[in-house]
C-alpha cells in the first residue's frame, strides 16, 4: 500500500477522482436511464403503497403514522432506506420492547417486504439509501488500508477482531461476525441506535469497502495459533492459564506426589 | 536439581566417572556437598510442588525467551512491513513489531516459542501466587523461613513487572496501550512525576526509546536479579530442609520422606519435562497474545477489551474503580484517580509480603518451625489469607469488567459500582466466613477425636433404639489431629502491680496484647481434647 | 449426638489404650508395593516405563519431520478448534509428548520402582550453638578493633563521606536520558488557522461534511505518519469531531467554541491517555474503552463517571473562507493525563 501522504499528494489522485466521478454519473446515468424511468416510477409508487401498509401494521406504533416519531421511538424522517433495510434486515426492528438497545433477532419481514418499508420510508424525507452491489463489493478493496481505518473508527467499540464491547450502563456494541457486507456498510452509513453515523462524505465508500474487506478477512482468516479464545484480549487467557494450565500442572503434581498403589491394602 | 551431583549419577559408578567425581572434589569440594546433599530427604506432597512449578515455567521461559532474541529487534524506527501476514502489509509500524510478526509468521516454530513463552509466563506468576498463598496457610513462613518467603514475594513481585515488560516490548497496539497507562501513571506522581516520564521515554511519549530500554530490562536486569533471589531461594530450601505436615512420626526436629537421589532426582526432573510438555501442548492448541489482530501501536487508536496479562490485572481494577478525583492547588495537580491506586498497588501486595513479620511480632514466637499449620487450626491467619485473596480477585474482576459486562450482559457501571463497594466489604465478609468456616471445622475435629468416625452403619440396639456406629479414629489419627498447639495470647500483665504503682505500658505493647488477644484469644481455638477426656468417653463413663 | 459407640466396640478398643491415646504412634511400617513383591509386575512397569521413552523419541523424530515437511504458512483444520498452523500444532504437539513422555517415564518409574521407603531425617537448629556465637563475635571485636576504625573518627567519617557520595555519579549519569518536560506537554501542533484534516479521507473537512451524529477523527494539516514525531505528535494532537444539534449544547463555552454545533474535543483521555473514542451520539456519552471514564460532549466534555479526573479540553474551531474547518488556535490547556505542573 502507498504511504497515506503519498496517496493524498500524488498528482494524479485528481485524474482519479474526477475519472471516478465520471464513471459513477455514468452509471447513475445508465441506471436511471429515461426509458426505464417511467416504469420504475410506477414500480416505486407501488412499493411506496405496499410499504406504507406494512409500516400501518409492524411500525406506526412507536414511530407514528407518518414516520412523526413518538415517546417510544424516534422519528423516520430523512433516516432513508438504508437504515430500514438496516434495522428491519438484521432484525433489530420492529423492537420487542423500545429502548436505547434494541439486539438483533430472527428477521420476520421478506427482503421484498424490507425493501417496501425502505422505499415509503425513504419516500418520506431525503436520506442515505440503500447501497448498491457496487458499493459493497469488496473484490478490489485494500484490506490493509481498512485494518488501519478500523482501528482508528471501529475497533474501540467493537475489538480488534470485531468480537463486540462494552458501552455505558449495560449498552453494548454488536459482535460484527456473520453480518452481511451490506448491513455492515449500512451501519456505517447510518449510525444505527447508540452508533455514530460514518457518512460517506467522512469516510468514504471506498473507505467503507476497506474496512469491510478487512472484517471479512479478519472473520474467514484462521487462528494461526490455535484455540483465540474468543479473541477477547488477555482476560480470557488469563482464566484458560489458571484453569487449564495451571489446573492441569497441579493434576500432574498430585501424579506425582501421590503414594504408588500397595499391595494389600491394610 | 541444583547441587553439582551429576557427575556420581548412578550410571557413572564406573571407575572413569569416579576418576571424573575425583577430579572434581579436589577442585569444588564436591564429595563434601554430595554427602550433606545427596541422599537429602524431602516429604512428598503435592502441594509441596507448586514452587516446582514456578521454577520450571521460569527455565522454559528463559529458554525460549533466549530463542526469541536471535530474532527480535527491540527498535522503534519506523518501517513499512512488507512480511508475509497480509493484512498489515504496507502499513507503517515500528521494528520491534515488524520482527515480532517475523518471527510469528515467517520463523518456523517461531510462533510456537512465542506462545510457550507467553503461556509460560502466565503459568509462572500464576505457579508463584499459588505457591505462596500454599506457604501462607500452612504457616511455612514461620521461623526460619520468613527471609526466603520474602525472597520468594520479591520473586513474585518482579515476575509480574518482567512480565508487563515482555508485554509491552512487541509494540502492537494494546502493549503500547499498556505502556501509555504506564505513562499517565508516572506523569501522577507529584512533584517529579513529568521528569520521570521525560526520562523514562526519552522526551516525549511514546518517543524511540521506551522499547530498546524495557528489552534490556526485560531481558537483563530483572531476570539477572531474579535468578540470583532463585538461587537463594533454593540454597535456603536445602539448608532449612522443607516443612511437612504433621503425622505419625513426624516431628518438629525431623523431616520424613524420600532422598533426593535416587526418588526426587527422577521426580522432580521428571516434572520439569512434564511442565514443558503439558505447557508445549497448550501452546500448540491455544493461542495467545495474538499481536497481528492487534495491528501497530498508534497513540490515537485503541480496541476495547485492552487489558493486561492477569497478574497486572488487579492493578488495572484499582484503577477502573477509583474515582475521578483530581486536586488542583497552588498552580499545580495532583490527580489522586491516578495515584491512589498507584500507592495502593504496592501496599495490597506489600501486606502479604511482610505478613510473615507480623505475626512473629503479633505472637512473639520465637522458635522454629517446620511441621505445618493445617489452615483451620490458625483460623484468624486464614481469614487473613481468604481476605486477601477475595481483595484480589474482586479486582481481578473490576479489571475486566468491561468483559464480564459484554459476556455476562451487565452494565459496565454497575459492575463498577459493586467492586467499588466489594473492595471495601468483600474482605470484611470473607475473612469473618472464613474463620467460622475454620472453626466449624475445628469443632468436627473434636467429635471426630472423641466420639469416631461415622461409619454409616446403622445399628438396632435390644431395647430398640436406632444409633449409627462410630468408629474409632486410629491412634495415627488421634496423633495428627490433636499434634497442633494451641498458643494462648500475649499478656501484658496487670497495669497496677500489687503496691498500687502504675506500670508503664507501651501504646505499642498494648496493640501488640490487642492483636495477640484477636489472633489467638477468645472465639479463636476451639479447645482440642486432652487424652484425659477421651479417654474417659471411650471408658463408657459420662458424656452423654 | 447421642452415644457414640457400641459397647462391645468400646470395649474391644478400651484394652489398647495406652497412657496417653494421643501419644505418636511413630511412621508406620513400610508397605510392599505389587512392584516390590512381584516380578511381573515390576517387568510390566520397566515396560511401560521404556515404553514412554520410546514415545518420546519417536515424537522428536515426528518434531523434526514436522519442522521439515510443513510449510511455514500452512493451514490445517484441527477439530474441533478449527483452522490452525499446521506447523505450529504439529511442532508443539511433537515437543509436548516428546517432553511428557520423558516426564511420564521417569515420574512411573520413580512411583513403581524405585524404593518408596519414607525414612526420617533429623533436623540441627539453624542457630549457632552459644561457643560458635562466642567465638563469631569475639573474632570480630579482634577485627575491628585492629582495623582502628572505631578510634580513628577521622578515617571513619571520611569513608563514610565517600562512600555516600560516590553514588551520586551514577545518579548524574542518568540525566541524559531525556530532555527536561519544559513546557512540551502544553502544546500541540494546533495552532491558529490550521485546517482540520479528517483521517479517513485525508482532506480537509468542511462543515458540511460532519452530519449530525457522526464521529470523525481528524489529525492537524501537515502531520505526515512519515515524519519521524508522527507518534509524539498525534499522541497530543488527535481530535474527535461531532456534531450536536447546537440546542443540545448545554455548556455555553462549548457552544461559543463550535462552530453551528460542530465541536472538536482532544481525542486523549485525560486520566492515563487512551484515546477515549466509545462516542453514543445519542446519549452524547463518550467512554474510554481503557478505563471507563465517561464524558458528556453535550455539557463541555465534564467527566460523568471513572476515574478520570478533568473535561475533554476542547479545540476552538471555525471555517476560513475558502469554507474549510480550521482551528483558532492551540488547546488552552494541556491535553492527556494529568500532571504535576499541570495547574
Known amino acids: 500500500m502507498k504511504k497515506l501522504s503519498a496517496r493524498r499528494r500524488h498528482p494524479l489522485a485528481a485524474l482519479v477522482v474526477l475519472l471516478l466521478a465520471l464513471a459513477a454519473t455514468g452509471g447513475l446515468y445508465a441506471a436511471l436511464a429515461p426509458q426505464k424511468a417511467v416504469a420504475d416510477d410506477t414500480q416505486q409508487s407501488l412499493a411506496i403503497e405496499e410499504g406504507k401498509k406494512l409500516y400501518a401494521v409492524g411500525c406506526s406504533s412507536c414511530h407514528g403514522m407518518s414516520g412523526q416519531g413518538s415517546s417510544n421511538g424516534p422519528t423516520l424522517v430523512g433516516v432513508g432506506s438504508a437504515a430500514v433495510d438496516f434495522q428491519v434486515g438484521t432484525g433489530r426492528m420492529p423492537a420487542q420492547q423500545p429502548g436505547e438497545q434494541v439486539p438483533s433477532k430472527k428477521v420476520i419481514y421478506t427482503q421484498a417486504e424490507i425493501d417496501q418499508l425502505a422505499a415509503y420510508v425513504a419516500s418520506l424525507g431525503p436520506g442515505p439509501s440503500i447501497p448498491s452491489k457496487d458499493d459493497t463489493n469488496v473484490t478490489s478493496a485494500n484490506m490493509a488500508r481498512g485494518g488501519e481505518l478500523f482501528r482508528t473508527n471501529c475497533a474501540q467499540c467493537h475489538n480488534y477482531a470485531g468480537k463486540g464491547g462494552a458501552l455505558t450502563n449495560g449498552k453494548f456494541a454488536p459482535i460484527l461476525e456473520g453480518v452481511s457486507n451490506k448491513h455492515i456498510f449500512e451501519a456505517m452509513l447510518t449510525g444505527p441506535q447508540n452508533m455514530p453515523s460514518f457518512p460517506d462524505s467522512t469516510l468514504t465508500k471506498e473507505n467503507k469497502r476497506d474496512i469491510i474487506a478487512y472484517l471479512n478477512e479478519v472473520n474467514s482468516s484462521p487462528s494461526y495459533g490455535g484455540n483465540s479464545l474468543g479473541s477477547l484480549g488477555p482476560v480470557t487467557e488469563g482464566l484458560f ?26 | 536439581m541444583s547441587t553439582p551431583t551429576d557427575t556420581t549419577k548412578p550410571r557413572g559408578k564406573a571407575p572413569a566417572g569416579e576418576r571424573v567425581a575425583d577430579w572434581a572434589d579436589g577442585r569444588l569440594g564436591l564429595y563434601g556437598l554430595a554427602k550433606a546433599n545427596m541422599r537429602k530427604i524431602f516429604p512428598d506432597h503435592w502441594s509441596f510442588m507448586l514452587g516446582e512449578v514456578s521454577l520450571y515455567s521460569f527455565i522454559i521461559v528463559i529458554l525460549t525467551g533466549v530463542y526469541l532474541t536471535l530474532f527480535f529487534h527491540p527498535s522503534m524506527s519506523e518501517v513499512t512491513y512488507n512480511g508475509t501476514y497480509a493484512p498489515l502489509q504496507g502499513i507503517q509500524m515500528s521494528e520491534a513489531y515488524a520482527s515480532t510478526l517475523h518471527i510469528s509468521f515467517d520463523v518456523r516454530g517461531g510462533l510456537l516459542m512465542r506462545q510457550v513463552h507467553h503461556w509460560a509466563a502466565i503459568v509462572f506468576v500464576a505457579a508463584m501466587l499459588v505457591h505462596m498463598m500454599r506457604v501462607f496457610f500452612t504457616g511455612a513462613f514461620r521461623k526460619p523461613r520468613e527471609l526466603n518467603y520474602l525472597f520468594g514475594f520479591l520473586l513474585l513481585f518482579l515476575g509480574m513487572f518482567d512480565g508487563f515488560m515482555g508485554y509491552s516490548l512487541p509494540d502492537d497496539l494494546l502493549s503500547g496501550t499498556g505502556i501509555r497507562f504506564m505513562e499517565g501513571a508516572v506523569l501522577s506522581v507529584p512533584i517529579v512525576g513529568t521528569y520521570l516520564s521525560f526520562f523514562l521515554f526519552g522526551g516525549e511519549f511514546p518517543g524511540h526509546d521506551v522499547i530498546p530500554r524495557f528489552y534490556t530490562i526485560h531481558v537483563l536486569l530483572i531476570p539477572g536479579i531474579m535468578a540470583g533471589l532463585l538461587v537463594a531461594h533454593l540454597i535456603l530450601v536445602f539448608y532449612h530442609k522443607h516443612t511437612q505436615f504433621p503425622g505419625p512420626g513426624r516431628k518438629n526436629t525431623n523431616v520424613v520422606g524420600m532422598p533426593l537421589l535416587p526418588v526426587y532426582m527422577a521426580k522432580a526432573g521428571g516434572f520439569f519435562f512434564l511442565v514443558f510438555g503439558v505447557i508445549a501442548a497448550i ?3 491455544v493461542s495467545v497474545n495474538p499481536i497481528w489482530s492487534y495491528g501497530p501501536y498508534r497513540p490515537d487508536q485503541v480496541s476495547t477489551d485492552a487489558q493486561p496479562d492477569w497478574y497486572m490485572g488487579y492493578s488495572e481494577g484499582l484503577i477502573r474503580i477509583m474515582p475521578g478525583w483530581e486536586i488542583n492547588l497552588w498552580g499545580h495537580t495532583l490527580q489522586l484517580g491516578v495515584f491512589i491506586p498507584l500507592v495502593v498497588f504496592p501496599l495490597v501486595l506489600g501486606f502479604i509480603g511482610l505478613y510473615p513479620f507480623f505475626e512473629s511480632w503479633v505472637t512473639g514466637d520465637k522458635r522454629e518451625h517446620h511441621l505445618l499449620d ?9 481469614g487473613i489469607g481468604a481476605a486477601w485473596i477475595s481483595l484480589y480477585l474482586i479486582l481481578l474482576v473490576a479489571g475486566g469488567n468491561d468483559i464480564f459486562a459484554t459476556r455476562f450482559h451487565l452494565s459496565i457501571n454497575v459492575i463498577t459500582w459493586v467492586s467499588r463497594i466489594g473492595f471495601f466489604v468483600l474482605p470484611v465478609v470473607v475473612f469473618l466466613a472464613t474463620k467460622r468456616i475454620a472453626l466449624g471445622l475445628q469443632r468436627r475435629d473434636r467429635d471426630k477425636i472423641l466420639h469416631g468416625r461415622e461409619t454409616g452403619i446403622i445399628k438396632r440396639l435390644p431395647h430398640g433404639e436406632f444409633i449409627e456406629i462410630h468408629e474409632p479414629l486410629p491412634q495415627s489419627a488421634l496423633y495428627t489431629l490433636t499434634s497442633h498447639e494451641q498458643p ?19 501504646r505499642i505493647a498494648k496493640l501488640r496484647a490487642r492483636l495477640s488477644q484477636a489472633m489467638y484469644g477468645r472465639d479463636t481455638q476451639i479447645p482440642k481434647p486432652t487424652p484425659e477426656e477421651y479417654k474417659e468417653i471411650m471408658s463408657g463413663h459420662g458424656h452423654h | 449426638m447421642s452415644e457414640s459407640t457400641l459397647p462391645s466396640e468400646r470395649e474391644a478398643h478400651g484394652g489398647e489404650l495406652a497412657e496417653n491415646p494421643f501419644a505418636d504412634p511413630g511412621l508406620p511400617p513400610h508397605e510392599p508395593r505389587r512392584q516390590d513383591i512381584d516380578e511381573k509386575a515390576a517387568k510390566s512397569s520397566e515396560r511401560t516405563v521404556a515404553l514412554l521413552f520410546t514415545v518420546s523419541m519417536l515424537a522428536t523424530i515426528a518434531f523434526i519431520a514436522s519442522y521439515v515437511i510443513f510449510p511455514v504458512g500452512k493451514v490445517v483444520f484441527i477439530w474441533p478448534i478449527g483452522h490452525i498452523s499446521a506447523l505450529n500444532f504439529a ?19 520413580a512411583r513403581t520402582l524405585m524404593s518408596d521407603v519414607e525414612t526420617a531425617a533429623e533436623r540441627h537448629p539453624i542457630e549457632a550453638d552459644p561457643e560458635t556465637k562466642a567465638q563469631v563475635l569475639a573474632d ?12 580513628r573518627k577521622l578515617i571513619r567519617n571520611t569513608m563514610f563521606g565517600a562512600l555516600a557520595l560516590v553514588p551520586l555519579s551514577g545518579v548524574m549519569l542518568l540525566r541524559d536520558l531525556g530532555p527536561l518536560p519544559e513546557d512540551k506537554l502544553r502544546h500541540t501542533l494546533w495552532s491558529k488557522g490550521m485546517l482540520i484534516i479528517n483521517q479517513n479521507t485525508n482532506q480537509p473537512l468542511r462543515p458540511e461534511d460532519v452530519a449530525v451524529g457522526s464521529l470523525t477523527f481528524a489529525v492537524p494539516d501537515g502531520l505526515e505518519e512519515t515524519q519521524s514525531d508522527y507518534q509524539e505528535q498525534i499522541a497530543k494532537a488527535a481530535l474527535m469531531i461531532v456534531r450536536l444539534a447546537p440546542e443540545d449544547i448545554k455548556d455555553k463555552r462549548e457552544r461559543d467554541w463550535a462552530h453551528q454545533g460542530i465541536v472538536a474535543f482532544s481525542k486523549i483521555c485525560t486520566h492515563v491517555g487512551c484515546p477515549i473514542s466509545l462516542y453514543e451520539q445519542q446519549t452524547h456519552h463518550v467512554l474510554c474503552p481503557c478505563h471507563q471514564s465517561t464524558f458528556d460532549l453535550s455539557d463541555g466534555a465534564r467527566v460523568i463517571f471513572g476515574p478520570a479526573g478533568h473535561a475533554l479540553p476542547q479545540l476552538r474551531i471555525s471555517v476560513n473562507n475558502q469554507g474549510y474547518l480550521e482551528a483558532l488556535g492551540d488547546f488552552e490547556e494541556p491535553v492527556g493525563p494529568s500532571f504535576w505542573e499541570r495547574g
Open chain 2, 374 to 382: 493445617r489452615p483451620r487450626n490458625r483460623p484468624v491467619r486464614t
Open chain 3, 91 to 109: 511442532l508443539g504437539m511433537t515437543l509436548g509428548v516428546a517432553l511428557f513422555a520423558i516426564g511420564a517415564g521417569a515420574v512411573h518409574w
Open chain 1, 241 to 266: 492459564g489458571w484453569i487449564f494450565g495451571l489446573g492441569a500442572l497441579i493434576a500432574v503434581a498430585v501424579w506425582v506426589a501421590a503414594h504408588t498403589t500397595k499391595a494389600k491394602k491394610s
Open chain 2, 283 to 285: 501452546s500448540a492448541l
Open chain 2, 488 to 506: 494462648k495470647p500475649l499478656e501484658i500483665g496487670p497495669e497496677v502491680d500489687e503496691n498500687g504503682v502504675e506500670r508503664k505500658v507501651g
Open chain 3, 140 to 151: 570480630f571485636a579482634q577485627g575491628a578493633q585492629e582495623s582502628q576504625l572505631g578510634r
